[in-house]
Antibody, heavy 114, light 113 residues
Framework: EEQLVESGGGLVQPGGALRLSCAAS????????MIWVRQAPGKGLEWVAN????????YYVDSVRGRFTISRDNAKNSLYLQMNSLRAEDTATYYC???????WGQGTLVTVSS | DIAVSQSPDSLAVSLGERATINCKTS????????????LAWYQKKPGQPPKLLTY???TRDSGVPDRFSGSGSGTDFTLTISSLQAEDVAVYYC?????????FGQGTKLEIK
């Protein structure tokens, strides 16, 4: 079964940092682009970032560029999102998805609050 | 960035009736070299991840019931649910993946009348 499982969410103070992880199984992880998408409470879906199979090509939405870093470890079948300088508006459930968007994780909640 | 807008914001339809949701992109998402529209539709229920319904504007993902159909080209797209079932109550999103960021519409909340 193709599966993605996120972890690493939690409560963090404004200005703090958090690293999300996404463990992949059931498919050849190294052959796919990977993506992070988030949904703030009561709001819509927002695309955050993606990363190419080689881990070199990366794109970000403007609101997180310079603060968030997407990365991957193909040997560990894992995707990451390093989030620095967190703001209240980064509070959301963060989902990882496989390129093509047919496989999603269940999400991990990040709350930025003092 | 390509802006994506949906209409209506909410919709109430009787069981067994047709539901239609519209999506408009600020520029064409039709890639001329392969004649594909880079547009997807998703269903989102509370506490669950988004579920891909259609991609390339009109190709249903595996296991998606055939009452869901996508259509359109260029900048104007439609998701149609031909006969609404109770389990279709959800928020529906369209998304363009022609350019990064792969922007989503604001969502359309579908309810039973």
């Amino acid at each position: 079964e193709e599966q993605l499982v996120e972890s690493g969410g939690g409560l963090v103070q404004p200005g703090g940092a958090l690293r999300l992880s996404c463990a992949a199984s059931g498919f050849n992880f190294s052959k796919y682009w990977m993506i992070w998408v988030r949904q703030a409470p009561g709001k819509g879906l927002e695309w955050v970032a993606n990363i190419k199979e080689d881990g070199i090509v990366r794109y970000y939405v403007d609101s997180v560029r310079g603060r968030f870093t997407i990365s991957r470890d193909n040997a560990k079948n894992s995707l990451y999102l390093q989030m620095n300088s967190l703001r209240a508006e980064d509070t959301a459930t963060y989902y990882c998805a496989r390129g093509g968007y047919s496989v999603w994780g269940q999400g991990t909640l990040v709350t930025v609050s003092s | 960035d390509i802006a994506v807008s949906q209409s209506p914001d909410s919709l109430a339809v009787s069981l067994g009736e047709r539901a239609t949701i519209n999506c408009k992109t600020s520029q064409s998402v039709l890639y001329s070299s392969n004649n594909r529209n880079y547009l997807a539709w998703y269903q989102k229920k509370p506490g669950q991840p988004p579920k891909l319904l259609t991609y390339w504007a009109a190709t249903r993902d595996s296991g998606v019931p055939d009452r869901f159909s996508g259509s359109g080209s260029g900048t104007d797209f439609t998701l149609t649910i031909s006969s609404l079932q109770a389990e279709d109550v959800a928020v529906y999103y369209c998304q363009q993946y022609y350019n990064t960021p792969h922007t989503f519409g604001q969502g359309t909340k579908l309810e039973i009348k």
